[in-house]
């Protein structure tokens, strides 16, 4: 059983787990691994860490008792020539959020989340967006912060919480 964990800023140096991180996030289904190659040289992926940090990307790290990461939220701009899944206009940062498997379900995804919000929130942002597949549990931890659907899409939803 997972005990606890802390979570701190994160800084360039956590370029290489946040791709992991994607990966994780990715590959959320049961049994439904692509390799991490696979993901991270998909552009629709690698845009979410390609070249972290740029100016204005923000998030944070939990690692548990012994230092280790163990999953991440962070936010980036993405402009509107080069989309995310989840991008709803100009201004509005995407988060993306990955927590290792043996460290779901035990509060750590609910943690980054919401520190990732309140840290948006303090910067001044009024909204902050993410795409969720269809399925994917964690859906209901999304709108239980207070993200609503805003945009169904094919397999897959974008949300966007109000931060003011």
């Not at 012994?66 to 201004?91: K, N």
């Amino acid at each position: 059983m997972p005990s606890s964990f802390s979570v701190r800023s994160a800084t360039q140096a956590d370029g290489a787990f946040l791709g992991d991180m994607v990966v994780e996030a990715a590959n959320w289904r049961q049994g439904g691994a692509r390799p991490k190659h696979q993901v991270m040289t998909s552009p629709e992926h690698s845009r979410y860490v390609a070249g972290w940090m740029r100016p204005g990307d923000a998030g944070f790290v939990a690692v548990d008792a012994h230092g280790e990461s163990i999953g991440a939220a962070w936010r980036r701009m993405l402009p509107r020539t080069d989309p995310g899944f989840g991008y709803v206009g100009t201004g509005v940062p995407e988060l993306i959020i990955g927590v290792k498997p043996i460290w779901r379900a035990h509060g750590v995804g609910r943690t980054l989340l919401q520190r990732l919000c309140d840290d948006a929130r303090a910067q001044g942002f009024a909204r902050i967006s993410l795409s969720v597949e269809r399925g994917n549990f964690a859906a209901t931890l999304y709108r239980s912060e207070g993200f609503a659907v805003t945009q169904p899409g094919i397999g897959r939803d974008t949300m966007v919480k109000r931060l003011r």
